[in-house]
Each structure stands twice: as structure tokens, then as C-alpha cells.
């Protein structure tokens, strides 16, 4: 049994994607990032960088008691490891995916985030930041869409770099990007869209929370914080 603290954006859907596709057995514990839930004590002793996703296997293969993981990348290893599935053994394949994997958390998720902040949040609309991170988004898109080219998916078969991808580029509508001109990546994104797996994840989502996650409200506890003192 999986415990999965979650909320719904992208990094959260990283882990449910997995976990649906493996057809692990997990409880969803809602993380309302909005509300400032992932700064209480309980979640900061799974999750100290106060970030969603975070897990807490209950049944590790070393057979020792719960093992928490936090960071969505590290998740995905981690479970992939655990199943078996969707990273292969081999080494080269192996590798081939873990540098995709590395390369949407390091690259590709952080600075489609900036674009998001910027673009759509930040209470001044910075015309050099907005700038900066939509062109940085359509390189990152180019490199995918290159990538795409003569395969299917990221690292050949479906595996953990695509789910770790995909809900970052189902939002290119408000990244400000030109879906036509990257047709590798339009047919890719379909591909993956239309798994059963990764329908019962968003829908998983919808039965958590509609509402838009940053609002007047969340802003400043999304946004507004710095470090944060001990009593």
C-alpha cells in the first residue's frame, strides 16, 4: 500500500499516472497547497521542502517499516524500481530514460513553471520575464519535439520520463506555445492522453478539486514565503 500526498498539479500527477498504470494499491491524502497544508508538522517530517508529491510506502522491500520519499522524480525511480515496470533493466535503456527523466526536473518542469508564475500570477506582468520563460519554454518544446521525431515515446517505450513529461505539456495552451508546430509532440501528447491509465489519474483529480489551485487567496502562501522559523 502506497499513502500519496497530493494535490492537483502537475508534479501530483506524475504519481498517480504511475501509480494507475502499475495498478498499485494507494490512499490519496489531499495536500491543499492553497491553504497552506504542506507546512503542517506531519506532512514536513515526509516532505521537509514543504513540497507535494510526497509517498510513504508501508511495504519496502527490505521489508523495515514505512520508507518516506519525497520529490516527484525520486518517486518515480523509486516505484519503477519497486515494480519492475516502466524502467527497463537494461543499461543503455535504462540510462536513455533517467537522463529524460533528469532532464523534465531539472529543466523542462522548473522553467514551464517560471512561464506559469510570470505569464499568469506575478501581480506585476514583467515584459522581460515573460519573454525570458516563453522563449526558454519553446526551446525545451523544440528539444522534445526533435526528440519525438522517429519514436513514440521519450526514451523509446513508455516509461517514467513520459509520465514525469506529459502533465507539464498538456498545459502548452497556457505556456504560450504553438502546438502546430511541434507535431511530434501534439501526436505524442494524444498517444498519452488517451490511456486508460492516465484518464482514471485525472479523474482522480476531479474528484479531489476542481477549483484553480492559486487564486487571491493562495497567492501568498504559494508565492509569499520565505524560510520559516521554528517556534
Aim: net charge negative; hydrophobic share 40%; aromatic share 12%.
Amino acid at each position: 500500500m502506497i499513502d500519496l500526498y497530493y494535490w492537483t498539479t502537475p508534479n501530483g500527477h506524475k504519481i498517480t499516472i504511475f501509480l494507475e498504470e502499475a495498478g498499485l494499491d494507494y490512499t490519496i491524502h489531499p495536500i491543499h497547497i492553497g491553504q497552506g497544508d504542506q507546512f503542517a508538522e506531519d506532512f514536513l517530517k515526509i516532505s521537509p521542502n514543504n513540497k507535494i508529491p510526497a509517498i510513504v510506502d508501508r511495504t519496502p522491500a527490505d521489508g523495515g517499516g514505512p520508507l518516506p520519499l519525497f520529490e516527484s522524480g525520486a518517486i518515480l525511480e523509486y516505484l519503477a524500481d519497486k515494480t519492475g515496470q516502466f524502467l527497463s533493466n537494461d543499461l543503455r535503456k535504462r540510462w536513455e530514460t533517467l537522463q529524460w527523466l533528469y532532464w523534465q526536473m531539472g529543466g523542462f518542469g522548473p522553467m514551464l513553471g517560471q512561464n506559469h508564475h510570470f505569464a499568469q500570477y506575478a501581480p506585476e506582468k514583467l515584459d522581460y520575464a515573460i519573454d525570458r520563460y516563453v522563449k526558454e519554454s519553446e526551446r525545451l518544446y523544440g528539444v522534445l519535439d526533435d526528440l519525438l521525431v522517429d519514436r513514440d515515446f521519450m526514451a523509446g517505450d513508455y516509461s517514467i520520463a513520459d509520465m514525469a513529461t506529459f502533465p507539464w505539456a498538456k498545459g502548452w495552451e497556457k505556456q504560450r506555445q504553438d502546438i502546430d508546430s511541434l507535431p511530434n509532440v501534439k501526436r505524442w501528447l494524444e498517444r498519452i492522453e488517451s490511456r486508460p491509465a492516465v484518464q482514471r489519474a485525472y479523474a482522480r483529480a476531479d474528484e479531489i478539486s476542481r477549483e484553480a489551485t492559486v487564486n487571491e487567496n493562495s497567492a501568498a502562501v504559494l508565492f509569499g514565503q520565505g524560510r520559516r522559523k521554528k517556534a
